[in-house]
């Protein structure tokens, strides 16, 4: 009997251990670890954008001082909303960590404090009514999107659906 030249190679020391160790591993397993990983990372970085933005909110307040009061506190609101919108993301990804996967809601929920933002920080800036339409159009699917979410969520088995829709609540 002749061997191949695979099984000549693997009986050959390093390599045969080297291929039984790769094989051993489960790929799911690193690929958890990976991704939990990277979103340690991610989270890091937007608890640091987070505090940055505290800070630069906090040194925008000496606007109120060499500016018209309106323009100051346009700003500031307008910072506050955008770290508003990073809570949501940081809250979306913490959702992801624990959860390991990602809630519909909570995407929905970011985009609608982002557009909300968005839409805010147009009116202040005088933005034209088309751009106020379209921002419109989208905020009020979301919002569609998010109540449909809610009402026809699988996480929630039917009795208590129900139970919920006539107001009761069991512990």
Do not use: H
């Amino acid at each position: 009997m002749t061997q191949t030249t695979m099984e000549q190679t693997l009986s050959n020391g390093w390599p045969k251990r080297f291929m039984t160790r790769l094989t051993g591993y489960d790929i799911t397993r690193v690929w958890e670890a990976g991704t939990r990983f990277i979103l340690s990372l991610l989270t890091l970085t937007i608890l640091l954008g987070l505090a940055g933005g505290v800070i630069k909110t906090f040194l925008d307040l000496r606007l109120l001082l060499s500016t018209v009061v309106e323009v100051a506190l346009r700003q500031v609101v307008v910072d506050t909303l955008t770290l508003l919108a990073v809570v949501e993301v940081l809250k979306t990804t913490l959702a992801y960590c624990s959860d390991g996967r990602v809630r519909v809601t909570f995407i929905i929920d970011t985009v609608l404090v982002v557009m909300l933002t968005e839409v805010i920080s147009r009116w202040f800036t005088g933005g034209e009514w088309d751009q106020f339409a379209i921002l419109g159009a989208i905020l009020i699917t979301l919002a569609l999107m998010r109540i449909v979410a809610v009402r026809y969520s699988p996480a929630q088995p039917p009795f208590t659906r129900q139970a919920n829709q006539l107001g009761l609540s069991f512990p």
